[in-house]
């Protein structure tokens, strides 16, 4: 059963900075892609960042230029570096190990509030 689970959300200032983390529960990074996905107050849950198993990255124009998802086989963890944040990416961020059910393999969120 793979389990994962994010951190590293909190209160940010904008133009602030976070870095939230995904640990995996087995080793699976190494043979599949890995998402971030968040999902902020009175909205529907939306794509944030993929990336594949060669280290391909692809974001949405939202983010693009701000945030960086990268990560680490060796510690089964991803990661998602998010600079000059601003009050519009408050949200619950999800990372998502994508397969053929999409109600499966989801983390149970990281809250982040940007906010003065």
């Known amino acids: 059963q793979v389990q994962l689970v994010e951190s590293g959300g909190g209160l940010v200032q904008p133009v602030g900075s976070l870095r939230l983390s995904c640990a995996a529960s087995?080793?699976?990074?190494?043979?599949?892609?890995m998402a971030w996905y968040r999902q902020g107050p009175g909205k529907q849950r939306e794509w944030v960042a993929t990336?594949?198993?060669?280290?391909?990255?692809n974001y949405a124009d939202s983010v693009k230029g701000r945030f960086t998802i990268s990560r680490d086989n060796a510690k089964n963890t991803v990661y998602l570096q998010m600079n000059s944040l601003k009050p519009e990416d408050t949200a619950v961020y999800f990372c998502?190990?994508?397969?053929?059910?999409?109600?499966?393999?989801w983390g149970q969120g990281t809250q982040v509030t940007v906010s003065s």
């Open positions: 998502h190990l994508p397969s053929s059910d999409p109600n499966k393999y």
């Open positions: 087995v080793r699976i990074l190494s043979i599949n892609a």
């Open positions: 990336i594949t198993t060669a280290g391909t990255t």
